[in-house]
């Protein structure tokens, strides 16, 4: 069964930054793109970013553009997105979700299609503070 373990939530001051990882069971035969979401309280989820499992391509929301990096490593059989988030603000504070597609919707217009993600961890909690 594949699972996708996420970390690195936690509460930061505006301005602060943190790292959030997300390790899949996958192989890049398997998985052909890798993305955040996030969900904040009464809001729908929307998409943050996006990668190729080949790291070449990446897409951003225009919200999070120049403050959040996603990159992505493989190995045989696990692969393992990144999101780095600097000067982070109170509006970034939500459940934040890996997900990975097998498709390379990653590579379109539509990366923030949820319906195309395959597998999705169980979330991590970023919490900012003003």
């Known amino acids: 069964q594949v699972q996708m373990v996420e970390s690195g939530g936690g509460s930061v001051q505006a301005g602060g930054s943190l790292r959030l990882s997300c390790a899949a069971s996958?192989?890049?035969?398997?998985?052909?793109?890798l993305a955040w979401f996030r969900q904040a309280p009464g809001k729908e989820r929307e998409g943050v970013a996006a990668?190729?499992?080949?790291?070449?391509?990446?897409?951003?929301a225009d919200s999070v553009k120049g403050r959040f990096t996603i990159s992505q490593d493989t190995s045989e059989n696990t692969v393992t997105v990144y999101l780095q988030m600097n000067l982070l603000k109170s509006e970034d504070t939500a459940m934040y979700y890996c997900?990975?597609?097998?498709?390379?919707?990653?590579?379109?217009?539509?990366?923030?299609?949820?319906?195309?993600?395959?597998?999705w961890g169980q979330g991590t909690q970023v919490t900012v503070s003003s």
């Open positions: 997900a990975s597609a097998a498709s390379y919707i990653c590579y379109t217009t539509d990366w923030s299609r949820e319906s195309s993600y395959n597998y």
């Open positions: 996958l192989s890049t035969l398997s998985s052909k793109c």
């Open positions: 990668v190729g499992t080949g790291g070449r391509r990446t897409s951003y």
